[in-house]
């Protein structure tokens, strides 16, 4: 398997997921290099992000660990200059019949060919839960592997379409109960703000970061 880009030559290899598992058509979800130069591999829903590998570490992607308890594929090569990167999956044994695929759900696995009983055996897959999909909680939610709705939204904070919320959409996030008082310009006002200390969680792959133009005071709790 091949994933990269040629910018110079404007060429470009991806895995396309099949339209419906009867359709071999071009479906909903693309794997391909990440484009902003990245060392990672995303899987994209049409225009939006949907998973990411995690950065690659000169052996493996960060988020798939399963390529460290098979040594029986590898990355044999990963190449990357200002106008062309790309990597190869590959087996070393070349024994071994396996094949990448994209299914209908946005999963990427890996398969191998099993002679003895003629059927595909599944070697890994990711996303492997909801948690590793990108904004599966949307903004300002929490993904909680123990909680029976897998997401909850952060402290000050309701579900945006709670109708959505109860049908297990989730993807349209949360905001803010109350609005915050910073952009009033009564100091008195202003000093009701509060960072809230939040533990036991994994900020996103690709956290914004806001530029603080006016001092405000801020409080943290003990």
Known sequence: MKLGY???NGKKWSLVSWRSV????????????DPGGTL?????????????????????FAMIPEMNSNRAYKISNFFSEKNESYFNYSVINSSIVSR???DVSGQIKLESWQEDSHEWKLIWY???THRKVYAFCGAFGSCNP?????CECLPGFEPRHPESWKLLDRSG???RKAELQCGNHSAANGDEDWFLRVSKVKLPMYPLGLQIR???PVHLPQ
């Open 100 to 102: 990448p695929v994209l």
């Open 173 to 175: 996030g949360c905001v």
């Open 214 to 216: 006016r001092r405000v």
């Open 6 to 8: 040629d910018r110079g």
């Open 146 to 150: 123990v909680s029976q709705n897998n």
């Open 40 to 60: 990672q591999i995303i899987i994209m829903q049409g225009s939006t992000r949907y998973w990411t590998s995690g950065m690659w570490d000169g052996e493996i």
């Open 22 to 33: 009867e359709d071999p058509s071009p479906g909903g979800f693309s794997m391909e290099l």
């Open 126 to 128: 990711q996303p492997s």
